[in-house]
């Protein structure tokens, strides 16, 4: 277990709504990310973090924001949800012992009505 | 552009077979290559680690091994058991990303027979 987790895990929301994933950490690890696993397209990046204020986008940023005002926290927001990110997105932490080893958490399975 | 190909997509064998899994890449500037495994409606989980001066690592039955001259990583399963089953993903962080942002293959989906 790398001490991480995803709040929610799940939750059903409707179109034009704004939503925010949560990730925390308890392992000090540098760099945060946040993907989604989409069936047909594997997991895709969509934002990262290599420490805190400090966040850049993946490949599939566009409708999310992230922030990291804190090391342990990574906050992923749709701004305006849509029924294309409906999804599993999929939290991640490395960094820690130099080797950069990536470690998940459990996922959010989000429903865009 | 860095792609990530795991072929076969799915795989069934027989409990107690040895079976290899593959991943290629496709540029062989790479930092690290890892090895996954997620379960049905699970995060993934870290199985192998390899950096990029490394040739090979092992875990229990798990053994993977790394070519990165023709940008290919085998997974190699020892005596397999049905909770074996599972999807097997490989990642790659290249090194002309500049930071440590992972590739992924689409993944092995895996089911040892009983």
């Known amino acids: ?113 | 552009k860095q792609e990530v190909t795991q072929i076969p997509a799915a795989l069934s064998v027989p409990e107690g077979e040895n079976l290899v899994l593959n991943c290629s890449f496709t540029d062989s500037a790479i930092y690290n290559l890892q090895w996954f495994r997620q379960d049905p409606g699970k995060g993934l989980t870290s199985l192998l680690l390899i950096q990029s001066s490394q040739r090979e690592q092992t875990s229990g039955r798990l053994n993977a091994s790394l070519d990165k001259s023709s940008g290919r990583s085998t997974l190699y399963i020892a005596a397999s058991q049905p909770g074996d089953s599972a999807t097997y993903l490989c990642a790659v962080v290249p090194t002309t990303s500049g930071t440590y942002k992972y590739i992924f293959g689409t993944g092995t989906r895996l089911k040892v027979l009983a």
Request: proline fraction near 4%.
């Open chain 1, 1 to 113: 277990d790398a001490g991480i987790t995803q709040s929610p895990r799940h939750k059903v929301t409707e179109t034009g709504t704004p939503v925010t994933l949560r990730c925390h950490q308890t392992e000090n690890h540098r760099y945060m990310y946040w993907y989604r696993q989409d069936p047909g397209h594997g997991l895709r990046l969509i934002h990262y973090s290599y420490g805190v204020k400090d966040t850049d986008k993946g490949e599939v940023s566009d409708g999310y924001s992230v922030s990291r005002s804190k090391t342990e926290d990574f906050l992923l927001t749709l701004e305006s949800a849509t029924s294309s990110q409906t999804s599993v997105y999929f939290c991640a932490i490395s960094g820690r012992d130099g080797t950069y080893e990536q470690y998940f958490g459990p996922g959010t399975r989000l429903t865009v009505t």
